[in-house]
């Protein structure tokens, strides 16, 4: 630390005059645009900022000056310590910026490698299709029922009006479980989750269920023992047809198209009564392919319809073997394939692609369908 | 059902500019489902002319004989052409049916001038198989009349639209030409003369005559039976020509006249018929019940053992026929038949179904019974046959015998105001009464209801909803308005369907691929599984009816049908596959008949529960199957294959997605690597099996080594799962990380020591994470270090040094405690 000079030399002090300081500032600020890299500058800090370096020396003997004299070279040499530093700063600067180039330079990569170590898997897309159906109907306030698919006969087709040797019962072919008198099948259909649905809730009752069913089929591009089928139940107060085919309407939409319309036809099925098949208007080519053999229609095979389920209201009979009263209460019901739905809404040429389970088919759909 | 076009023309009047795929459309909207619209003879192309033969040249040096014919084709034909036959069957004077050069027949086979057998053919005479009309191959078609140049396609049928109909089982009365128009003149608005109503003119029979007699067992199952007697036929008379076009066109063979005209009367009217050859008979014709143990061959040379649930039709030396089903060999019309009974009856549909289904038979005559045939209609029909035998096969007419319970058909109440209530649009009276009238039904209308009789041909016609169907359809349902109820409010998934969502997405997003396997099992997949017989994955339940004997089983286990699926995918080149399988397996054994409660009224409480009760066990189940790369080698090194500790994972992975708690412990179930295999609990319970598949089982399945499995009970592992999750209090205090090894016997397993950590470090530990195993010199044999990082923090408080290591020091000694460890350097 420098403290009052007691033994005052006017000679010793010669360094503070204007020129000196003057030269001290240049020869510095020289040394800090010459230095190429860090290390560089840290030996120019060093020397030209440093405690021995000429400036802290003169700073130090400020204080032997006079008090006269101590204002104008303090001030003198504190704006040149002022400008080494600031250079020294801002050359700093330009070098880490330099260096820093030439680092990430260096660390370059093709950052186009593959990047997904391990792929994504899927989902099968006709449990995506399943949930999608849910989730149409969830929208409209129903809930989603569930049954068992090795089912009681009596459930599968007494309740639902297919009494034993009736002819209904032979369009299905059924899988028989223990033995043909068990009493107990593989359900043919989603519609005896209607009945558990009517004696399990509270009415009024709006559900859909979505499962597997069984029917004695040999599997080949157009048909499989194992499938599924989603089934639609509303029992309420003053149904009409009109609200079945408003849903229907509705629900086409959202699975195809918004503007898409559904068509009826007369059919039968013992738990309807009327009864109807749906057909929905081909989303492909709208009918404009039914009778314009220039531009054919594959989706629809020019029919400007697809066959999309059956439906019709609740036969009173059903409604008696679950002790609703048919007086009181009506109800629509419908019910349509899952993968019949997705051969044409996805283009699923064959069957067998749904059921063989190679990876490819599924993982072409991902998450969603 | 094959109807052709130009025989409903012939029953009403069908507006002249409809085309098949126009009348077609009129009976789907109407609920007949016409499948498809065929032309007979679509494939010919060009003109076919009614030729004369004018000379026939026998030649003889050929290896077959070959005739060299002269044939008239007219002037529109070109004269008379040379043409080489094949076939015998005609003779000098014989219309036939000639393509001539240019016409092309069906196969795209287009006729040409051409020399063969020394001579030029200028033209080709032609056989119902060539023109594609019947699978006839005996020779050309010799035309019974036709004047030479004339078009011969309509004399036989070519150009014939021929629609066929689909017919549901409620409406039998479609499976008849009878039935059709009557759709189609309601439909057109066009007049309906019911030829089912029509009395066939029949020659008095003489006085003297005495026809067969007939009988009825049993009323309840045949109501109704006459037989009609006719001698002295013409065994050697044939059909008519147009007989046999539409009874081919209708989906029958041409037999002989007898025959033909039963199988034309049924076709038209819908009453199956069934012509017996008097003189094969003894006593009266009945319909009875068989005697158990009784046999019968059937027409079709099958001899059918039958039960006392079989209705047959007998005569005093037994049973000759299945009542409604097939007639038996021993009475059938033959070649040399001159004495003719007819039979007409009506059975009840259920005992003719029945029968059906048990033989496997399912005939013309079955097909209709069961579907309900007219029940007043079998007189009509066989006296319209009994005319026409007379017409085309000579012969006297002694008479008719019947017998008939009486007929009631029964009377349905019906607001007038459903059909319009049902369908949600105006529907008024008139409408309804006149479109019930039309269907044939009888009307009588009573204030504000309706009294209606439901037409004999009409059995499906019993409730109040089933004349609402035929007002409606007869509306048209595309006058149906479209309206949405409004639903009661919902309450969205259910916590399990929602959880299942949950644990499906998060596979699929680890890599996994959802399959929907089968669910038919077989023993030999069970024995390459080592499934031992008591294990509950051993299927019990069995199918009466499997696709396949080799796997009559439903699943027990996901795994089969899982591994089953992997080796496909290894087999089609994929080197590593990761799938899952969400869904039921079939477990216990149905013992006993399940019940069938009445449908006349809710079942009770005990019915239902025994109903369900005997159902098998029906659980969800996870399965996972892991085998091959999981991770392919790349820029990041080589490839990585999939372990056990992927499975134990994929277990961990799901309890957490649903927030279920799970505990691992070493297990040994024998489908697993012995000593790889980790058993699922949860709340207490073994849930699961998780680990690397026995070497054995991969080798049965050709799988890489190494694969592994996860089974799971999913619906216990979701019951276990929290309703609801409390918030956790998030401390902002500094962490204290403490790292400890302790050295343990190589039996304690690493879930033990840090179990034992966790319950001696309290309350203050907030995790704990093993992060090394050592065994090796530093270690007495047999045992070995594992190295834990354990994390305390206190939710109020910096902790103090002495408590983070007062904590330690608990964990340490609970350690020692339960699992025997040592600390490590300490």
Same mark, same amino acid.
């Given at each position: 630390?420098?403290?009052?000079?007691?033994?005052?030399? $006017?000679?010793?002090?010669?360094? %503070? #005059? &204007?020129?000196?300081?003057? @030269?001290? *500032?240049? /020869?510095?600020?020289?040394? +800090?645009?010459?230095?190429?890299?860090?290390?560089?500058?840290?030996?120019?800090?060093?020397?030209?900022?440093?405690?021995?370096?000429?400036?802290?020396?003169?700073?130090?003997?400020?204080?032997?000056?006079?008090?006269?004299?101590?204002?104008?070279?303090?001030?003198?040499?504190?704006?040149?310590?002022?400008?080494?530093?600031?250079?020294?700063?801002?050359?700093?600067?330009?070098?880490?910026?330099?260096?820093?180039?030439?680092?990430?330079?260096?660390?370059?990569?093709?950052?186009?490698? $593959?990047?997904?170590?391990?792929? %994504? #898997? &899927?989902?099968?897309?006709? @449990?995506? *299709?399943? /949930?999608?159906?849910?989730? +149409?109907?969830?929208?409209?306030?129903?809930?989603?029922?569930?049954?068992?698919?090795?089912?009681?006969?009596?459930?599968?087709?007494?309740?639902?009006?297919?009494?034993?040797?009736?002819?209904?019962?032979?369009?299905?072919?059924?899988?028989?479980?223990?033995?043909?008198?068990?009493?107990?099948?593989?359900?043919?259909?989603?519609?005896?989750?209607?009945?558990?649905?009517?004696?399990?809730?509270?009415?009024?009752?709006?559900?859909?269920?979505?499962?597997?069913?069984?029917?004695?089929?040999?599997?080949?591009?157009?048909?499989?023992?194992?499938?599924?089928?989603?089934?639609?139940?509303?029992?309420?107060?003053?149904?009409?047809?009109?609200?079945?085919?408003?849903?229907?309407?509705?629900?086409?939409?959202?699975?195809?198209?918004?503007?898409?319309?559904?068509?009826?036809?007369?059919?039968?099925?013992?738990?309807?009564?009327?009864?109807?098949?749906?057909?929905?208007?081909?989303?492909?080519?709208?009918?404009?392919?039914?009778?314009?053999?220039?531009?054919?229609?594959?989706?629809?095979?020019?029919?400007?319809?697809?066959?999309?389920?059956?439906?019709?209201?609740?036969?009173?009979?059903?409604?008696?073997?679950?002790?609703?009263?048919?007086?009181?209460?009506?109800?629509?019901?419908?019910?349509?394939?899952?993968?019949?739905?997705?051969?044409?809404?996805?283009?699923?040429?064959?069957?067998?692609?749904?059921?063989?389970?190679?990876?490819?088919?599924?993982?072409?759909?991902?998450?969603?369908? | 059902?094959?109807?052709?076009?130009?025989?409903?023309?012939?029953?009403?009047?069908?507006?002249?500019?409809?085309?098949?795929?126009?009348?077609?459309?009129?009976?789907?909207?109407?609920?007949?489902?016409?499948?498809?619209?065929?032309?007979?003879?679509?494939?010919?192309?060009?003109?076919?002319?009614?030729?004369?033969?004018?000379?026939?040249?026998?030649?003889?040096?050929?290896?077959?004989?070959?005739?060299?014919?002269?044939?008239?084709?007219?002037?529109?034909?070109?004269?008379?052409?040379?043409?080489?036959?094949?076939?015998?069957?005609?003779?000098?004077?014989?219309?036939?049916?000639?393509?001539?050069?240019?016409?092309?027949?069906?196969?795209?086979?287009?006729?040409?001038?051409?020399?063969?057998?020394?001579?030029?053919?200028?033209?080709?005479?032609?056989?119902?198989?060539?023109?594609?009309?019947?699978?006839?191959?005996?020779?050309?078609?010799?035309?019974?009349?036709?004047?030479?140049?004339?078009?011969?396609?309509?004399?036989?049928?070519?150009?014939?639209?021929?629609?066929?109909?689909?017919?549901?089982?409620?409406?039998?009365?479609?499976?008849?030409?009878?039935?059709?128009?009557?759709?189609?003149?309601?439909?057109?608005?066009?007049?309906?003369?019911?030829?089912?109503?029509?009395?066939?003119?029949?020659?008095?029979?003489?006085?003297?005559?005495?026809?067969?007699?007939?009988?009825?067992?049993?009323?309840?199952?045949?109501?109704?039976?006459?037989?009609?007697?006719?001698?002295?036929?013409?065994?050697?008379?044939?059909?008519?020509?147009?007989?046999?076009?539409?009874?081919?066109?209708?989906?029958?063979?041409?037999?002989?006249?007898?025959?033909?005209?039963?199988?034309?009367?049924?076709?038209?009217?819908?009453?199956?018929?069934?012509?017996?050859?008097?003189?094969?008979?003894?006593?009266?014709?009945?319909?009875?019940?068989?005697?158990?143990?009784?046999?019968?061959?059937?027409?079709?040379?099958?001899?059918?053992?039958?039960?006392?649930?079989?209705?047959?039709?007998?005569?005093?030396?037994?049973?000759?026929?299945?009542?409604?089903?097939?007639?038996?060999?021993?009475?059938?019309?033959?070649?040399?038949?001159?004495?003719?009974?007819?039979?007409?009856?009506?059975?009840?549909?259920?005992?003719?179904?029945?029968?059906?289904?048990?033989?496997?038979?399912?005939?013309?005559?079955?097909?209709?019974?069961?579907?309900?045939?007219?029940?007043?209609?079998?007189?009509?029909?066989?006296?319209?046959?009994?005319?026409?035998?007379?017409?085309?096969?000579?012969?006297?007419?002694?008479?008719?015998?019947?017998?008939?319970?009486?007929?009631?058909?029964?009377?349905?109440?019906?607001?007038?105001?459903?059909?319009?209530?049902?369908?949600?649009?105006?529907?008024?009276?008139?409408?309804?009464?006149?479109?019930?009238?039309?269907?044939?039904?009888?009307?009588?209308?009573?204030?504000?209801?309706?009294?209606?009789?439901?037409?004999?041909?009409?059995?499906?016609?019993?409730?109040?909803?089933?004349?609402?169907?035929?007002?409606?359809?007869?509306?048209?349902?595309?006058?149906?308005?479209?309206?949405?109820?409004?639903?009661?409010?919902?309450?969205?998934?259910?916590?399990?369907?929602?959880?299942?969502?949950?644990?499906?997405?998060?596979?699929?997003?680890?890599?996994?691929?959802?399959?929907?396997?089968?669910?038919?099992?077989?023993?030999?997949?069970?024995?390459?599984?080592?499934?031992?017989?008591?294990?509950?994955?051993?299927?019990?339940?069995?199918?009466?009816?499997?696709?396949?004997?080799?796997?009559?089983?439903?699943?027990?286990?996901?795994?089969?049908?899982?591994?089953?699926?992997?080796?496909?995918?290894?087999?089609?080149?994929?080197?590593?596959?990761?799938?899952?399988?969400?869904?039921?397996?079939?477990?216990?054994?149905?013992?006993?008949?399940?019940?069938?409660?009445?449908?006349?009224?809710?079942?009770?409480?005990?019915?239902?529960?025994?109903?369900?009760?005997?159902?098998?066990?029906?659980?969800?189940?996870?399965?996972?199957?892991?085998?091959?790369?999981?991770?392919?080698?790349?820029?990041?090194?080589?490839?990585?294959?999939?372990?056990?500790?992927?499975?134990?994972?994929?277990?961990?992975?799901?309890?957490?997605?649903?927030?279920?708690?799970?505990?691992?412990?070493?297990?040994?179930?024998?489908?697993?690597?012995?000593?790889?295999?980790?058993?699922?609990?949860?709340?207490?319970?073994?849930?699961?099996?998780?680990?690397?598949?026995?070497?054995?089982?991969?080798?049965?399945?050709?799988?890489?080594?190494?694969?592994?499995?996860?089974?799971?009970?999913?619906?216990?592992?979701?019951?276990?799962?929290?309703?609801?999750?409390?918030?956790?209090?998030?401390?902002?205090?500094?962490?204290?990380?403490?790292?400890?090894?302790?050295?343990?016997?190589?039996?304690?397993?690493?879930?033990?020591?840090?179990?034992?950590?966790?319950?001696?470090?309290?309350?203050?530990?907030?995790?704990?994470?093993?992060?090394?195993?050592?065994?090796?010199?530093?270690?007495?044999?047999?045992?070995?270090?594992?190295?834990?990082?354990?994390?305390?923090?206190?939710?109020?408080?910096?902790?103090?040094?002495?408590?983070?290591?007062?904590?330690?020091?608990?964990?340490?000694?609970?350690?020692?405690?339960?699992?025997?460890?040592?600390?490590?350097?300490?």
């Amino acid at each position: 630390m420098s403290g009052p000079n007691t033994s005052f030399d $006017p000679k010793q002090v010669a360094v %503070l #005059g &204007a020129e000196a300081i003057a @030269t001290m *500032v240049a /020869e510095a600020l020289a040394a +800090v645009s010459a230095a190429g890299d860090l290390a560089v500058l840290k030996e120019v800090r060093l020397a030209h900022a440093g405690d021995r370096s000429p400036l802290a020396l003169a700073n130090r003997d400020i204080g032997a000056l006079p008090p006269a004299a101590k204002a104008e070279v303090g001030k003198r040499v504190g704006e040149a310590r002022g400008a080494v530093k600031a250079a020294l700063g801002s050359r700093q600067i330009e070098l880490e910026r330099a260096r820093d180039e030439f680092v990430l330079a260096e660390e370059f990569i093709d950052v186009t490698l $593959p990047a997904m170590r391990v792929p %994504l #898997g &899927a989902r099968h897309p006709l @449990t995506t *299709v399943m /949930e999608r159906i849910c989730d +149409v109907f969830i929208a409209m306030g129903y809930d989603i029922a569930e049954g068992p698919e090795a089912e009681a006969e009596w459930v599968n087709f007494d309740a639902l009006n297919v009494p034993p040797d009736h002819p209904a019962r032979t369009m299905q072919d059924t899988f028989y479980v223990g033995s043909p008198e068990s009493g107990v099948v593989l359900r043919t259909q989603t519609s005896p989750i209607q009945i558990r649905a009517m004696l399990d809730r509270q009415l009024p009752i709006y559900v859909v269920a979505p499962g597997r069913v069984y029917r004695t089929d040999e599997l080949d591009a157009t048909h499989t023992p194992v499938f599924h089928q989603v089934e639609g139940l509303a029992v309420d107060v003053g149904l009409t047809m009109g609200d079945l085919k408003g849903t229907l309407d509705h629900f086409a939409q959202e699975m195809f198209d918004p503007g898409i319309v559904t068509r009826l036809r007369p059919s039968y099925f013992p738990f309807t009564e009327p009864s109807a098949e749906l057909d929905v208007q081909c989303f492909v080519c709208r009918g404009a392919s039914i009778d314009n053999s220039a531009e054919p229609c594959r989706t629809c095979g020019s029919e400007g319809w697809i066959e999309w389920g059956g439906c019709g209201m609740v036969n009173p009979r059903v409604l008696q073997a679950v002790g609703i009263d048919p007086a009181k209460y009506r109800g629509f019901a419908f019910g349509m394939g899952i993968e019949r739905t997705l051969m044409f809404r996805n283009g699923v040429t064959d069957m067998r692609d749904m059921v063989e389970g190679d990876l490819r088919f599924s993982l072409a759909f991902g998450l969603e369908s | 059902m094959r109807a052709p076009v130009s025989w409903l023309r012939e029953l009403i009047d069908i507006p002249v500019d409809q085309t098949g795929r126009d009348i077609a459309a009129r009976l789907i909207n109407a609920g007949l489902e016409v499948e498809t619209v065929e032309t007979i003879g679509g494939g010919v192309n060009g003109a076919l002319y009614v030729g004369k033969v004018l000379e026939i040249e026998e030649l003889t040096e050929f290896k077959k004989p070959i005739r060299w014919c002269q044939v008239d084709v007219g002037a529109t034909g070109g004269g008379v052409r040379g043409i080489i036959c094949g076939a015998r069957n005609f003779t000098v004077g014989d219309m036939v049916v000639v393509a001539l050069p240019g016409t092309v027949l069906p196969g795209g086979f287009e006729i040409a001038s051409r020399e063969t057998y020394g001579h030029l053919s200028d033209g080709m005479i032609c056989s119902e198989r060539e023109l594609a009309l019947s699978e006839e191959q005996d020779g050309i078609m010799v035309l019974p009349a036709g004047t030479a140049g004339a078009d011969a396609r309509p004399l036989i049928g070519v150009g014939e639209e021929v629609l066929d109909i689909a017919v549901t089982p409620d409406r039998g009365y479609a499976l008849s030409l009878r039935g059709i128009s009557r759709e189609l003149a309601i439909s057109y608005g066009v007049p309906f003369q019911d030829p089912g109503l029509n009395v066939a003119d029949l020659p008095a029979p003489a006085p003297d005559a005495v026809p067969a007699q007939c009988g009825s067992d049993d009323f309840e199952a045949c109501a109704l039976f006459t037989l009609r007697t006719i001698v002295g036929f013409d065994p050697k008379a044939a059909s008519p020509q147009w007989m046999k076009q539409r009874l081919t066109a209708g989906g029958m063979r041409p037999v002989s006249l007898a025959v033909d005209v039963t199988n034309y009367v049924m076709l038209e009217l819908g009453q199956p018929l069934h012509a017996f050859d008097l003189d094969k008979l003894n006593g009266p014709v009945r319909a009875g019940w068989a005697e158990p143990g009784s046999t019968l061959e059937t027409l079709d040379h099958v001899t059918r053992k039958l039960g006392s649930d079989d209705l047959v039709i007998l005569d005093d030396d037994g049973i000759i026929g299945l009542a409604g089903t097939m007639g038996g060999l021993d009475s059938e019309i033959d070649d040399d038949t001159i004495n003719i009974a007819i039979e007409a009856a009506h059975f009840a549909p259920r005992v003719i179904a029945r029968m059906a289904r048990r033989h496997r038979l399912s005939s013309e005559a079955s097909r209709r019974f069961e579907r309900g045939v007219d029940r007043t209609l079998a007189p009509y029909a066989s006296a319209r046959a009994a005319a026409l035998l007379i017409e085309f096969g000579g012969g006297h007419y002694v008479g008719m015998t019947a017998v008939e319970a009486p007929y009631d058909p029964g009377v349905i109440s019906m607001r007038v105001s459903e059909p319009a209530a049902v369908a949600g649009m105006p529907i008024d009276e008139e409408t309804v009464t006149r479109l019930l009238e039309a269907v044939g039904c009888g009307v009588l209308i009573n204030g504000n209801q309706l009294e209606v009789q439901a037409p004999p041909w009409r059995a499906d016609l019993t409730d109040p909803a089933d004349l609402v169907e035929e007002v409606v359809r007869l509306v048209g349902y595309e006058n149906l308005p479209s309206t949405l109820p409004i639903a009661a409010a919902g309450h969205g998934l259910s916590n399990s369907q929602r959880l299942k969502r949950r644990i499906g997405m998060t596979l699929a997003a680890r890599g996994a691929v959802e399959v929907l396997t089968y669910p038919f099992v077989g023993d030999s997949e069970l024995d390459d599984m080592q499934i031992p017989v008591a294990d509950i994955r051993r299927s019990k339940v069995r199918l009466a009816n499997p696709l396949s004997d080799e796997q009559p089983y439903l699943r027990a286990s996901l795994l089969p049908g899982l591994l089953s699926t992997a080796r496909r995918n290894i087999g089609r080149g994929s080197s590593g596959v990761s799938l899952f399988e969400l869904g039921s397996v079939f477990q216990g054994e149905s013992v006993g008949v399940a019940p069938r409660p009445s449908v006349l009224e809710r079942p009770g409480a005990d019915e239902w529960a025994a109903l369900n009760g005997l159902l098998p066990s029906q659980p969800m189940h996870l399965g996972i199957v892991l085998a091959g790369e999981r991770e392919a080698a790349g820029w990041w090194g080589p490839s990585d294959d999939h372990g056990w500790h992927d499975a134990v994972q994929m277990a961990q992975v799901i309890a957490e997605v649903i927030g279920s708690e799970i505990t691992i412990e070493q297990g040994g179930d024998l489908v697993f690597h012995p000593g790889r295999c980790a058993t699922i609990n949860c709340a207490g319970k073994p849930i699961g099996v998780a680990g690397e598949l026995h070497p054995r089982v991969i080798q049965a399945w050709s799988l890489p080594t190494r694969s592994s499995a996860l089974e799971l009970d999913l619906d216990a592992l979701i019951a276990s799962a929290p309703a609801l999750r409390p918030a956790p209090a998030v401390s902002a205090h500094p962490v204290a990380k403490e790292d400890l090894a302790v050295v343990v016997a190589d039996s304690v397993t690493v879930a033990a020591v840090t179990a034992a950590l966790r319950a001696g470090a309290g309350d203050l530990l907030e995790s704990i994470r093993l992060f090394d195993i050592y065994s090796g010199p530093q270690v007495p044999d047999g045992h070995c270090s594992l190295a834990f990082a354990l994390r305390f923090r206190a939710p109020d408080r910096t902790l103090s040094a002495a408590e983070t290591a007062a904590a330690r020091q608990g964990a340490i000694n609970r350690a020692g405690l339960d699992c025997g460890a040592v600390i490590r350097g300490g």
